[in-house]
Structure formats: structure tokens, C-alpha cells
């Protein structure tokens, strides 16, 4: 069983991930800063992530990816 339904994984590529991220940042205007960790492996969200203006920074574990997005 997945653990979304079928529905949502299908909205791949609609942008519904930059709708979400943004509604975040209405919801929590105070937010200055989101820091995520995805595996190395993961180079779809990655790739997604630096779509909607999430920058890499350093980490110290080799198998994860650190990114963030500043809110200016």
C-alpha cells in the first residue's frame, strides 16, 4: 500500500510542490529560512528542490544532500 494516495502521487510535474512550499511561507510569514536533507541518491527531489530556488550547502554526513531556501 502506498503511503499517499494515487491521486497525489499523480500531480507529479503540476507543480503542486511549489504551491505547497509557498503556501508554507504564508501560513508562517515570521519563516526566514528552510533547511532540508534528502539522500545523495534522490536526485529527483533534489533537482525539484533547486527548481524552486533551494541553494546546496555544506553537510558533514557524505550520503545526504543539505539544501536550503532564504526567504528575502
Known amino acids: 500500500m502506498f503511503p499517499y ?3 497525489i502521487l499523480k500531480q507529479k510535474n503540476r507543480g503542486i510542490g511549489r ?3 509557498m503556501n508554507v511561507l ?3 510569514p515570521d ?3 528552510i533547511a532540508l536533507s ?3 541518491s534522490n536526485k529527483k527531489a533534489i533537482s525539484a528542490y ?3 530556488g533551494f ?3 555544506a553537510g558533514t554526513m557524505e550520503s545526504w544532500a543539505n ?3 532564504i526567504v528575502e
Open 5 to 7: 494516495p494515487r491521486s
Open 19 to 21: 504551491n505547497l512550499m
Open 26 to 28: 504564508r501560513q508562517i
Open 31 to 33: 519563516c526566514r529560512k
Open 38 to 40: 534528502t539522500r545523495v
Open 50 to 52: 533547486q527548481h524552486w
Open 55 to 57: 541553494t546546496p550547502v
Open 67 to 69: 539544501l536550503e531556501y
